[in-house]
């Protein structure tokens, strides 16, 4: 699996380019403090299941 960091830098581009203009919201990402939400979340499953289908 990819490394967490490198996770949550991509969920936070993906918000910035789908429009989210929360900036606290895109840093709290990045630092960590939403690894609970659904964003987070899924990115986690999405990339294990791809590291598990190689």
């Known amino acids: 699996m990819e490394r967490i960091d490198d996770i949550r830098d991509a969920v936070a581009k993906a ?3 789908r429009g989210h203009g929360n900036r ?3 840093d709290e990402i990045r630092a ?3 690894d609970e939400g659904p964003f987070m ?3 986690i499953v999405c990339a294990k299941l791809l ?3 190689r």
Do not use: I, P
């Open 15 to 17: 918000l910035e380019e």
């Open 24 to 26: 606290q919201f895109l």
């Open 32 to 34: 960590g403090a939403r």
């Open 41 to 43: 979340f899924g990115a």
């Open 51 to 53: 590291n598990t289908a």
